[in-house]
């Protein structure tokens, strides 16, 4: 194995990234000056207590909200939230985001939620792509089913399907198995290692599950808006001993 294959530069990095959001009360601070990076073809945990800013982290990372400060780079891009079309059409393209409740849309077949984004970012919609896709996480025998004739490990493969559609290099994940049982959460945690070991993707997730986080090459901990720690290649009693340091 050549040397450059073990290194792992940021995929994408955050670096003095501060957020709020106004409350009744003022500006209320989430993100407190956060510099960290999610280096490439790593699947990253992020943990940490409820509200102490994981999803805005994710959402800032995704580019899916502006930060008030500091800067995000993907690559050696910095992320520009703005208005520009190209600009957010090619973030589009290399940023996939998966979501706690699927968000598949239950009028659609399961094929046609997976060519989605092919068909809004008005690419031609090749067969072969999106069964592709669905090969890839297991469903190819599912394509004409709705979503509600899925179980719920399957609805998140659908919608991992439907992210890996576009073939982006990143994929975000925002408590993926949450609201899944460990059995079908594992599967799905499976499926991410596959994503990142197979495909060279990188991929950063947020759970509350040490078991899920201990698929991670690496975990960070956020604790009120900023990174308190870091484990590389995690055992599962690692995790719930740094966690139960923030939890408490
Ligand atoms: N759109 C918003 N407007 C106002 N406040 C927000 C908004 N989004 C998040 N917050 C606040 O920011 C803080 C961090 O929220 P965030 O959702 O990032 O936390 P989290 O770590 O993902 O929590 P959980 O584990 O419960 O999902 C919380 O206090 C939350 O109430
Ligand atoms: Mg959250």
């Known amino acids: 194995m050549s040397l450059a294959s073990d290194i792992h530069l940021p995929a994408v990095q955050l670096v003095n ?4 959001y106004r ?3 003022g500006e209320v601070p989430v993100l407190h000056d956060v510099t960290v990076g999610f280096p490439e073809r790593y699947l990253t945990a992020v943990m940490g207590p409820s509200g102490s800013g994981k999803t805005t982290l994710l959402h800032c990372a995704a580019g899916l909200e502006r930060p008030i400060g500091g800067k995000v780079f993907l690559g050696n891009t910095e992320l520009d939230t703005g208005d520009d079309r190209a600009l957010t059409e090619s973030r589009r393209r ?3 985001f998966v979501f706690q409740q699927f968000n598949l849309l239950p009028m659609l077949t399961v094929y046609e939620n997976v060519a989605l984004p092919l068909r809004l970012s008005g690419a031609r919609v090749r067969r072969p792509v999106v069964m592709e896709a669905l090969r890839q996480v297991g469903l190819e025998d599912k394509a004409g089913r709705r979503p509600a004739q899925l179980s719920g490990g399957q609805q998140q493969r659908a919608a991992i399907a439907r992210t890996l559609v576009v073939e982006p290099e990143l994929v975000f994940a925002d408590e993926p198995t949450g609201s899944l049982d460990r059995a079908t959460g594992r599967q799905v945690m499976d499926l991410l290692r596959h994503v990142v070991d197979k495909t060279g993707r990188t991929v950063v997730m947020v759970t509350h599950d040490p078991v899920a986080a201990a698929y991670a090459d690496r975990v960070i901990f956020l604790v009120d ?3 308190m720690g870091k484990i590389d290649h995690p055992s599962v009693d690692e995790i719930a001993a740094e966690l139960g340091r ?3």
């Open 23 to 25: 409350g009744a009360a």
């Open 246 to 248: 923030w939890e408490s």
């Open 225 to 227: 808006g900023q990174v």
């Open 17 to 20: 990234v501060s957020m709020a």
């Open 94 to 96: 290399r940023i996939g």
